[in-house]
Nanobody
Framework: QVKLVESGGGLVQAGGSLRLSCAAS????????MGWFRQAPGNEREGVSC????????NYADSVKGRFTISRDNARNTVYLQMNSLKPEDTAVYYC?????????????????????WGQGTQVTVSS
């Protein structure tokens, strides 16, 4: 099972940017579809974005479309989430997830139960 470690979270003012990284070990990332999820206090974990393992297809939640970009560097075994124009409502713990069987495309509905491996999360706080 792949081990995932997120980094890059922090405190940023509204309108600012952050780039989250998810480094994998124990398996190669190119064998997995990757996802980013987030969870704010009192809320369920919600899907933010995913990227397919083979053709690089991506999917974004409506709330982040046009502001967030997911990418992967298989040579570095790392997935990124570039977050621009951040809003206070983006404040949450962000989790990286991987699954060897998940298929991500524009029609995907991101559900946490579809991903087998998870990182420990990184806190993102956006101040107004």
């Amino acid at each position: 099972q792949v081990k995932l470690v997120e980094s890059g979270g922090g405190l940023v003012q509204a309108g600012g940017s952050l780039r989250l990284s998810c480094a994998a070990s124990g398996s190669t990332l190119d064998a997995h579809a990757m996802g980013w999820f987030r969870q704010a206090p009192g809320n369920e974990r919600e899907g933010v974005s995913c990227i397919n393992r083979s053709d690089g297809s991506t999917n974004y939640a409506d709330s982040v479309k046009g502001r967030f970009t997911i990418s992967r560097d298989n040579a570095r075994n790392t997935v990124y989430l570039q977050m621009n124009s951040l809003k206070p409502e983006d404040t949450a713990v962000y989790y990286c997830a991987a699954d060897p069987d998940y298929y991500c495309d524009s029609e995907s509905i991101l559900v946490a139960q579809d991903f087998r491996s998870w990182g420990q999360g990184t806190q993102v706080t956006v101040s107004s």
